[in-house]
């Protein structure tokens, strides 16, 4: 395993991008009208938590996971919900909090379903983006790092639900790797 970016790197930038969150969301944003902050499981768990604690807004948090791997017969861009969001979006703004963007199908689907949900505006923070992965066009509001074209474990990306708990960012060099 070869480390892409250090614990210290990370802290560095979740602390960064919540100040930038801040910025945005923080100013006039009453607590009765909190940011619902939306985590797509499972890998961005630890990012979500490490973000958020940062986050001065007042805020709420949902989580929402997908499936888009090993669906039968499934083209791109379909999606099935595992887990929904208990919150209501209608006329909030929502924030999703994703790992990693690489092809960019599941979450354009994503942002487009809350947008449909009535959200009074979607926007995106991505620890990750592999934009040379990029299949369709999704806007990153606040991005953490932008990454080559590999598979990355650790700091709640996995394989085969192994390496969540490392605490940096490495490149998956195993025999098995996919």
């Known amino acids: 395993m070869r480390i892409l970016i250090s614990q ?32 797509v499981l499972k890998g961005s768990v630890f990012f979500v938590s490490d973000l958020l604690k940062e986050v001065k ?6 989580f929402f996971q997908t ?16 887990k929904d969001i208990d919150l209501s979006v209608s006329g909030r703004d929502v924030l999703i ?9 599941t979450l354009r ?14 926007k995106l923070c991505a620890l990750l983006d592999k934009a040379a992965a990029r299949e ?15 598979f990355v474990v650790g700091y709640g990306l996995d394989f085969d639900e192994r390496y969540r708990n490392l605490p940096y960012i490495g490149i998956y060099e195993g025999e098995a790797e996919p």
């Open 136 to 150: 369709v066009e999704v806007p990153i509001d606040y991005c953490g790092f932008p990454i080559e074209n590999a």
């Open 67 to 82: 499936s888009s791997y090993g669906i039968r017969g499934a083209h791109r861009g379909e999606l099935r919900i595992k």
């Open 109 to 122: 689907t994503v942002l487009d379903l809350f947008r449909f949900r009535g959200a009074r505006s979607v």
């Open 8 to 39: 210290e790197q990370l802290e560095r930038r979740v602390s960064e991008l919540a100040r930038e969150i801040d910025r945005d969301y923080l100013s006039g944003r009453r607590p009765d009208d909190p940011l619902i902050c939306v985590g």
């Open 97 to 105: 909090l994703e790992d990693i963007v690489d092809t960019g199908y």
């Open 57 to 62: 807004t007042p805020l709420a948090v949902d």
